[in-house]
């Protein structure tokens, strides 16, 4: 349902573009979001995306430095990241389902989650 692309190894202070693909039925259904999750910790929601792409949550963590898009016409959602930090470095996946409250602000109750994908930022 969710196909995730784009990460990789980059150098703080650099950029990466992730990527995910809906369905055009799952698109157009849901909120969609980004999680992380760094080695030892739990995963943690870092930007959400209302279905009409009329509203945005980030975590504090990255607010100023991520931002997260829906491209209708191709049913895919980003994540651009500016200003990566070391600590920024976990497996980012994707998730589509119905927005939800959470203790840091806004996370996803998925329905569907993509593939993680690798992002590493070196010192």
């Known amino acids: 349902q969710l196909q995730a692309s784009g990460g990789g190894l980059v150098l703080a202070g650099e950029s990466l573009r992730l990527s995910c693909a809906a369905s055009?039925?799952?698109?157009?259904?849901?909120?969609m979001g980004w999680f992380r999750q760094a080695p030892g910790k739990e995963r943690e929601s870092v930007a959400v995306i209302w279905r009409s792409g009329s509203e945005t949550f980030y975590a504090d963590s990255v607010k100023g430095r991520f931002t997260i898009s829906r491209d209708s016409a191709k049913n895919t959602v980003y994540l651009q990241m500016n200003s990566l930090k070391p600590e920024d470095t976990a497996v980012y996946y994707c998730a589509a389902g119905p927005k939800s409250r959470t203790t840091g602000g806004w996370g996803i109750r998925t329905r569907y989650w993509g593939q993680g994908t690798q992002v590493t930022v070196s010192s």
């Open positions: 055009e039925r799952t698109f157009s259904a849901y909120d």
